[in-house]
């Protein structure tokens, strides 16, 4: 909360976040400026935004807005509002600026973003704001920047689970998922040659006594033929013989 009251305290919301506080005022903007405005957001986003918009001097001290600045960025395409945004960041990050981007390293950065009113962990969030916001703006910057901007702003891929490995150091085959056990298939030959198949995915031993009785007659029926046509195939056998 106390970064909050320091009007020099630098930004560190996502980019995305400050543009679309910027959209939410598009329609108009109030005469003074409040974190009612953004009541889709958390406490502390909206806390961040106010902040943003404190250090950029697009309020002031009264949280009032600066006129015709701030109307201007919310109402602004995403062309005008760089032309409006890049001279704020050169204003109010002079010092960063003024040290050269095209020679800075990310350790460099983050010792003179620690002269912004911010400290511990919030010192990197406010790094990467700006290096999103400077890459937003097409600002010359060194590679060693340019990396960490990549680096921030792209997605983590997921890890690939690894294999478990078996005692000899080889990695283990993969586990196959339990076959079902419910239902069974059986076949039987018939006489003239084919086979009829008869396959029961349900379970028996819950299906309604009408089901059950239908099944297990069809069951009785196959098991009967198949007995028949097995007792019939070595007398044709014996009969073809010379």
Known sequence: MAQEQNPHAAPYLPLKTFLAALDA???????????????SQSGSTQGQIMIALRFFDLVNDTDEPTMPLLEKLAKADELERKKILKPLVETHYKPIITADLTKMTPSMLSEEMAKFGVSGGTVRKSVTFFL??????????????TDQTRNSSGKRRPRTPKTPANNNGVPAQPVPPPIATTG????????????????VTADVWTMPSEDRKFVLDLV???????????AVKPKEKAAGQP
């Open 132 to 145: 999103q916001l400077a890459k937003h703006l097409d600002m010359a910057m060194s590679p060693f920047l």
């Open 25 to 39: 005022l598009r329609e108009g903007v109030p005469k003074r400026i409040d974190r009612g405005i953004w009541r």
């Open 184 to 199: 069974s298939t059986t076949s039987v030959a018939l006489k003239g040659g084919g086979t009829v198949t008869m396959s």
């Open 220 to 230: 009785d029926k196959i098991q009967e033929y198949g007995k028949v046509s097995a």
